[in-house]
């Protein structure tokens, strides 16, 4: 079953800095931004976390779990979703 690193930037109140956190979802299809965008808001309306940043969620692709942790930290500034296939 793929499993998937979703991160986002987050602020939990106004002024802060924005930071990634990150998660893991398996899924027995392939997730679209769509999908991963309701994961993504379902976990913040849990947590109380914003959602930093313009709401675009960008693909990074797949690698090992630290190849894409690494390529998260190359998305553009305004970008507030990274997702890509954590290969075991």
Do not use: C
């Not at 991963?36 to 959602?51: A, F, K, P, T």
């Amino acid at each position: 079953m793929p499993k998937y690193l979703i991160s986002y930037r987050k602020t939990e109140g106004s002024g802060q800095k924005p930071e990634w956190t990150s998660f893991t979802a398996q899924s027995e299809t392939s997730l679209e931004a769509h999908a991963i965008r309701e994961r993504v808001d379902r976990r913040m309306s849990v947590l109380g976390e914003q959602l930093w940043g313009s709401g675009e969620v960008a693909w990074v692709g797949n690698g090992r779990l630290d190849d894409v942790l690494y390529r998260r930290e190359e998305a553009a500034p305004e970008t507030s979703i990274v997702y890509g296939l954590v290969e075991e």
